[in-house]
């Protein structure tokens, strides 16, 4: 079997006269500045408009299938052109940010022992775009692709039956720890390394697939891979640990992080649902382990994944899709929609804008003590030029059924007068943000989707071309069930009371309370965290109101914004520390300005309490802030946030 494959980085010839003519250039993108480790997609060889470049690699003569990748993680790019044997393989496209186009499988009948790719030229134009074709890889193969099919698994990682586990659940095949190879299950899987005695099967009452796991050795990053055809999958997968605390469970799926530092305890799981990958050699690649606590090195135990090559028949709902650049960290409970068009049918993601790629932004607060701070479905956003609307539609909805949208719009450092229509009705008509307003929230919205199950939104269209100027800046969608209405905070007396317990979502809520389980702003909540902080129920007291808490680390200031009815004045009380003896942590948490402590303080095994009154011109914007934690000893350090009163003036 002959088989070759070429990474595109270098080796291109000018197609004219010369490499210097042509304006070919290669890039390598810092893995630190975009969170990508593939180095495929961090580098490109990229051929400036409206040059053209012409790239050869000996072959014996035969028949050959050809899969080009091209695109940028750092910019939107385009359009790529790219030509192999005269065949046109990627015409006029542009990518968004840390998106790629892909001819898949081109076959190529080659007569003169050279397969020729000639690289740019294309005659379009992309506003937003730089205008170059950047070329990240080609993979050639003698193996016919039709002779490749896949089908759906679930893998348990778990310990060997011949060793004395218990082997894999219900409906799943067993990963044991060991070495890449063909497992005899129909499928080829495994480990860059024998982890065999880094399977363990732990005790306790969870499903069995969550109680079988492999666990790295702390500051250890293992590989795992499979065998798959290239193309699009879905991939399903859960950490944590039935007996042991983790504080920095890290896991990527080709490159992109899904878990990062994820802190759980015992009995506590993280699960992500149906996230999208692309596999462009014939491997889908899983790397575990990594996470840091501080500056201390963490396990990761991996329960099970999912993989699946077509998209789930329906969308878990409230469905959060969150407007950012690829690479931004990506959000607990969000989707990521990065400007690309839409794609449908059972292998598309469901969701895009309709006329054209579109650059997402992610910015800065004027105030660089908050910079870090800005809750991200908020601080990354698509923006429209002034008159401009543009159409962006989610599919896989029931035909004329009734959802309720929440959206937002906003960019913090600038004034924007915005509009956006879900389903042709206007739900944003030129409202104007500004620094003291910097976001407007729709909660709520009930649209009908009509009988081809689309929910379709226009952003932008305002003329406006000096400030408040016309771009609508569109931060997040959020669509849920029609049978789930939005829920205002409750009022008692004619005055809202807003009462929120941190703890995690499978402990009972208190009576009274809402729940927040230490995940970013969801407007279903009202309320969330940035960064995503981690929660613990400890059931010391047997009141779960101080037994259960959210924490942040030493040394980190992490914010929890909540939703409030505008221009009106509130108290806030809150509740923080640790009801196990000896825990006695300096917690810290300010209200409005990362100065205004309510509580600055050690807590000697009781709660420490504190409250302030914010006034009607604080809460203009709709939100009130809470700063927790800061203090920056290693091992005190910690704030325990129990929970919040606000209460209307």
Avoid at 7 to 33: C, D, F, K, M
Avoid at 94 to 102: H, L, P, R, S
Avoid at 350 to 363: A, H, N, Q, Y
Wanted: with cysteine; charged share 15%.
């Amino acid at each position: 079997m002959r088989s070759a494959r070429a990474i595109l980085a270098v080796g291109l010839i000018a197609a004219a006269a010369s490499l210097e003519a042509a304006n070919v250039y290669t890039v390598e993108r810092p893995e630190a500045t975009y969170g990508i480790t593939n180095p495929v997609l961090r580098t490109s060889a990229y051929v400036l408009y409206p040059d053209t470049a012409t790239w050869e690699i000996a072959l014996p003569n035969g028949r050959y299938w050809v899969t080009t990748t091209c695109g940028d993680v750092a910019y939107v790019t385009g359009p790529h052109q790219v030509v192999i044997e005269g065949q046109v393989a990627i015409d006029n496209k542009v990518t968004a940010i840390n998106q790629f186009e892909v001819d898949w499988n081109r076959q190529i009948d080659l007569t003169d022992g050279a397969l020729t790719v000639v690289v740019g030229g294309a005659a379009g134009y992309h506003a937003q775009a730089q205008r170059r074709t950047a070329i990240n890889s080609i993979v050639i193969t003698s193996v016919e692709p039709s002779s490749q099919t896949f089908a759906p698994v679930d893998i348990d990682f778990c310990k060997d039956p011949l060793l004395g586990g218990v082997g894999p659940a219900a409906g799943f095949e067993g990963d044991y720890g060991y070495i890449y190879g063909d497992r005899g299950n129909g499928f080829t899987y495994g480990w860059t390394s024998d982890l065999s005695s880094r399977m363990l099967d732990k005790p306790g009452t969870s499903a069995q697939e969550n109680r079988t796991i492999i666990k790295t050795v702390a500051g250890n990053t293992e590989t795992w891979e499979m065998s798959v055809p290239n193309g699009m999958y879905f991939v399903s997968l859960a950490v944590g640990d039935e007996t042991g605390n983790n504080p920095a469970h890290r896991v990527t799926v080709e490159d992109n992080l899904f878990i990062p530092n994820e802190n759980l305890s015992a009995m506590e799981y993280y699960t992500i649902s149906n996230e999208i990958v692309y596999v462009y050699d014939g491997k889908l690649t899983v790397k575990i382990g990594g996470g840091t606590e501080g500056a201390t090195s963490s396990s990761t135990c991996l329960c099970w994944i999912k993989v699946v090559n077509e998209r789930p028949a329906a969308w878990d709902f409230p469905l959060r899709i969150n407007f950012q650049p690829g690479y931004s960290k990506p959000l607990r409970g969000y989707k990521i929609e990065n400007g690309a068009l839409y794609t449908g049918g059972i292998t598309g993601r469901g969701w895009g804008m309709m006329d054209e790629v579109r650059l997402t932004k992610e910015c800065a607060s004027i105030n660089p003590l908050e910079e870090k701070n800005l809750q991200q479905v908020f601080n990354t956003f698509i923006a429209t030029n002034p008159s401009e609307t543009k159409a962006w539609q989610l599919d896989n909805l029931t035909p004329n059924g009734n959802y309720y949208v929440y959206l937002a719009v906003g960019d913090p450092r600038y004034y924007n007068t915005h509009r956006v229509a879900v389903e042709g009705t206007a739900v944003i008509n030129d409202v104007a943000t500004t620094a003291s307003v910097p976001y407007y929230l729709v909660n709520g919205h009930l649209a009908n989707v009509g009988g081809d199950g689309v929910l379709n939104v226009a952003i932008g269209g305002n003329p406006n071309t000096s400030p408040p100027t016309g771009n609508t800046c569109f931060d997040y969608i959020v669509v849920d069930k029609g049978d789930t209405p939005f829920v205002p905070w409750p009022q008692e007396g004619g005055k809202y009371v807003i009462r929120v317990n941190f703890q995690p979502s499978g402990v009972s809520p208190e009576p009274g309370y809402a729940v927040d389980d230490g995940s970013p702003f969801c407007p279903v909540r009202k309320c969330g965290w940035s960064p995503a902080v981690f929660t613990r129920y400890r059931d010391v007291t047997h009141n779960k109101l101080v037994d259960s808490f959210a924490v942040t680390r030493p040394g980190e200031t992490n914010v929890w914004d909540v939703a409030v009815p505008a221009n009106r004045a509130y108290t806030v009380f809150a509740s923080a520390g640790h009801t196990l003896p000896g825990y006695n942590y300096h917690q810290r948490v300010a209200v409005e300005s990362p100065s205004n402590y309510i509580i600055n303080g050690t807590d000697t095994d009781n709660p420490i309490t504190g409250s302030c009154t914010v006034s009607a011109g604080s809460t203009s914007d709709g939100f009130i802030r809470l700063y927790v934690g800061g203090d920056t000893d290693p091992a005190f350090g910690y704030t325990d946030l129990q929970y919040v009163v606000i209460t209307e003036q």
